[in-house]
């Protein structure tokens, strides 16, 4: 009544809100999926020539032990390569990241004093959102060669894109940052009576900028500088590196100076040739459309700076899948607007009327938005796929509330004395107030379970049931205030329909009638049906997350450990000819092993091939060519999937495949032989596919040892050795010069640098302090001892990952075949195997959905038994929620017969939209019968027949907007939403049946009345 009396301000704040949306929603930033991935921290540390055995001893544990203990510390684990180690922190949800990172850097300010004087300081890496790649930018030039590209990406490209908001990091593969090697000859240097080291120290000296202090005048302070060397050659071949018998030796006389790199790390492979491969990373809260799209800008700027520079930024592209997933959600989100209104028109057969109940859609949803974006949850496909799911339901408590006041004003006008109109809308709104309101509360309860899934299964699932609830919510206020309002503004001179036209149609009458006459037939009937699906429950197969259909595909390359970056480039040039073959491959970029500050801890032998297909061709055909293509070498690994599958599997075990068996222990040894054991005895299993042990082994290491007898004999220390080894081998750095912002390292290497053979090695020269040249091989033995590859901890023990994917076979019947045959097997003493990947995930989202389903099953029945104030009917109107849930069923066997996450919250939903159209069915009834005073089946067809209209309206309102979804199938932006869809849509035609003939036919049986007897 209030609402009515202040209908001018209503409707201002109405139409205020929603001209606040349609000022704020456009700019709003949106994303293809939430974050997923939990608070990550990583540490990151350089250790020149350290084995990785000597790596984990030396760094990663006494960094992990560092770590322990941090608060909210969830999993720890290490990876130890040559050189190179790797600490991952991940937090438990909810934590905050700065937190995190400053406990982190707290204790990794003390851990970093105790390491090895040999080793760099640890880095931490910048954080990464869940989908840390947001481009894949492709240089290659006919112009340049790599080093003058490299310097191009280095120190114009890079610091570029670095500048733009939102960018973490540009890793850039395949560089050869340019160096100016100063390249000694060991005999030149004995005959001018010089060492390497005097040539270093000058070398040093001369590069190392100094400061010439200042000099004051009378009227100004001038600055002093001293000129260093610059990239003149010249200036290096003249410069003094020491006196033989008091002649100055030039720089000239004992070495040469050229232009060359640093041995590589890794490499890259553009299209069908040479190139650099830079991947641009976001920070967790960076938009991938905007950053993408400010990255676009930027290199339109550069193109000036680019010339003859082919810059391909379509390698893999996530932007592309973000803006066909948003097009087919904004799509289906018209096209189901489109079909609620044909409905409400069909239905209600007034123009006004239906526009009042549409209303309801854009002030619900743009309610929901604001109400998101103040909430600080991000808009994307997960939320907006909620929005299209409570579409159809928005105006059900619209309809619900207009459809009783049509009826209450038809009524009203057949009487002598009608009453005002105002009191009749108010009284006839506030009828259905409690029924409405209880309803909704039943809607938002059965989504409580969605609100306690962890991992990944709550970042999806998450923002999906806040769209939707919001959503509901908002649909409720319009329905208790705006839909009144609307009703006595633009109703009040509407003639109102005649009693036949608010009734059942008179065949549907008939036929409900016939059916109530044999209420224990529908009985039966209903419970053939339930135990017929239930029956069907164990041959449903089971899988987490369905495949996403994007158009960039990654594929893992990786050959045996010990190969080398060479090797691994000339293979990989030639899959890249065979997949640019393929029709609808557009584009390819490779990187083979690493990049500096890169998250990608791997040796050399470890590649990643990413293939980018045209939209047009056909989506399966084109996977099936490329996984043919890629199969075809022998001894190395391969496997193809898209990104944010990848991406989901590493999140959930740190492993990129679907099944992955972790086993843990100390020895190295025992655990690689157990993992091939364990290899062997599930390699028949029926749908497992790239099944591999992960490629921890043993590969050659060269050893240097020094003979104290000869090296004494000599008068070589083992600091010269060392020296010699150094400079003889990859050389050592003796300073840095700047041109510009352009930085080059100057690095004093040996003319014959030994890179090639142990042979060459062993044949080094090394001078003397008498002067004499001998060889490595003279005061040192040279030989070859395996070493492991690579070491994994996780939880302060080593492990070691069986891992595999599934085709041809849903994920739950291979996974638990796998469980079933390891646990039988017994392991050695320390041994242990955990269970990871997709479906222990799901296994683990799939319980708590069922035990915290109960708790709203609970919630709900007290909610019901509050609105009808009857135990019995709140028992009968309970009972038929599972046959209602049951044809939500077919659903899923319409689909392939594969329950998932997405198809579990659709059965919920199911259950609550039933649970509402029941209880405005009963409470009717029992308004009724409070004239009668017993059940009749007359009774029962007058309580369906006043609201048959809102409940079909209802019904096939949701189901219309969930139609477009539904026809288009599963494409871009609808691969988890459309198996919920389905579900929805056959569940509630199964619950439209079940309230208007199972519910009546109950209430016959079991609540006949006193006056029945």
Known sequence: MRAIQARYLVIVLAVLLMLAGFKTIPNTPMDVFPEFAPVKVEIQTEAPGLSSVETEQLVSIPIEHAMNGIPHMKTLRSKSVLGLSSVVMLFEQGTSLAE???????????????????????????????????????????????????TKALWTVRPRLMAIPGVANVAIWGLRDQELHVRFNPVKLAQHQ???????????????????????????????????????????????????????????????????????????VINQG?????????????????????????????????????????????????????????????????????????????????????????????????????????????????????????????????????????????????????????????EVRG???????????????????????????????????????????????????????????????????????????????????????????????????LATLPFLGTEFLPAFKETDFLMHFVARPGTSITEMKTMSLRASHELMQIDGVRNLGAHIGRAEVADEVVGPNFGELWVSISPTVNYADTMQKINQAIAGYSGIFTDVQTYLKERTKEVMSGNSASIVIRLFGDDLDSLREEAEHIRQTIADINGLTDLKV????????????????????????????????????????????????????????????????????????????????????????????????????????????????????DIGSVAKEVEARINRLKLPEGNYVKFMGEYTEQKTASLTLVIYTLLALLVVFLLIWMSLKSMRLTALLFAVLPVAVAGGLIGIWFIGGVMSLGTMIGLIAVMGIAARNGILLISRYQQLRLTDGITTPRLL?????????????????????????????????????????????????????????????????????????
Request: hydrophobic share 50%; with cysteine.
């Open 435 to 533: 029924s409405v309101i209880y309803a909704t509360l039943i809607v938002m309860s059965v989504f409580i379970p969605v609100f306690f899934l962890q991992g990944v299964a709550g970042a999806f699932f998450k923002p999906l049931a806040y769209g939707y609830l919001l959503a509901i919510s908002a649909s409720l206020l319009v329905a208790l205030i705006v839909t009144p309002v609307l009703a006595y503004c633009f109703l009040k001179q509407t003639p109102p329909q005649t009693e036949h036209a608010l009734r059942l149609p008179h065949r549907v009458e008939q036929w409900l009638a016939s059916r109530l006459a044999k209420p224990k037939t529908v009985l039966a009937s209903a419970c053939l049906f339930l135990f017929g699906m």
């Open 694 to 809: 992960e490629s921890q082994v043993l590969i050659p290491r060269i050893h240097v040892r020094l003979k104290n007898t000869a090296a004494d004999h000599y008068g070589v220390t083992e600091a010269e050795i060392k020296q010699a080894l150094a400079l003889m081998t990859q050389g050592q750095v003796q300073g840095e010069v700047t041109v510009g912002q352009a930085r080059f390292n100057v690095r004093l290497i040996g003319d014959s640098p030994a890179q090639d053979s142990v042979q060459a090695l062993r044949q080094i020269a090394i001078q003397s302090p008498a002067g004499a040249v001998i060889t490595l091989a003279d005061v040192a033995e040279v030989y070859v001892q395996a070493t492991p590859n690579e070491i994994k901890r996780e939880g302060a023990s080593r492990k070691i990952d069986i891992s595999a994917n599934v085709a041809g076979n």
């Open 941 to 1013: 067809l007058n309580a369906v027949s006043d609201r048959f209209r809102a409940i079909s309206m209802t019904t096939l309102a949701t189901t219309m907007a969930l139609l477009p979804i539904i026809f288009k199938g599963p494409v871009s932006g609808y691969e988890i939403e459309h198996p919920l869809a389905v579900v929805v849509f056959c569940g509630l035609l199964a619950a439209m049946v079940v309230n208007l003939v199972l519910l009546p036919a109950l209430i016959l049986i079991f609540h006949p009345g006193e006056h029945s007897h």
């Open 194 to 268: 010089l060492t390497a080291t005097q040539v270093s120290q000058r070398l040093a000296s001369a590069i190392r900028p100094d400061s010439g202090g200042y000099l004051d005048t009378a009227q100004q302070r001038l600055a002093v500088a001293y000129d260093r060397p610059t990239l003149d050659k010249e200036d290096y071949l003249q410069m003094t590196v020491g006196l033989s018998n008091g002649i100055p030796v030039k720089l000239g006389q004992v070495a040469d100076v050229d232009w060359a790199h640093a041995l590589p790390i890794g490499d890259a």
């Open 274 to 430: 040479d190139g650099l491969l830079l991947i641009v990373e976001k920070h967790p809260d960076a938009n991938t459309l905007s950053v993408t799209r400010q990255i676009d800008q930027a290199l339109a700027e550069l193109t000036p700076a680019l010339h003859g520079v082919n810059v391909d930024a379509a390698i893999f592209r996530p932007a592309t899948f973000i803006e066909q997933a948003l097009h087919h959600l904004n799509q289906a989100l018209v096209l189901g607007i489109g079909l609620v209104a044909i409905i409400l028109f069909l239905f209600l057969r007034k123009p006004r009327a239906a526009i009042i109940s549409l209303v309801a859609i854009p002030l619900s949803l743009v309610t929901a938005m604001l109400l998101l974006t103040w909430l600080n949850v991000s808009i994307n496909t997960m939320v907006l796929a909620g929005l299209v799911i409570a579409l159809g339901e928005v105006v059900d408590d619209s309809i619900i509330d207009l459809e009783n006041i049509l009826r209450a004003m038809a009524l009203n006008q057949q009487q002598l004395q009608p009453k005002p109109l105002i009191k009749v809308i108010a009284q006839a709104s506030y």
């Open 100 to 150: 995190a990172r400053q406990a982190v850097q707290e204790r990794l300010l003390l851990a970093a004093q105790r390491l090895p004087a040999i080793v760099k300081p640890p880095v931490m890496l910048s954080p990464l959102s869940s989908m840390s790649r947001v481009l894949k930018i492709g240089l290659s030039s006919t112009q340049y060669n790599i080093a003058e590209l490299s």
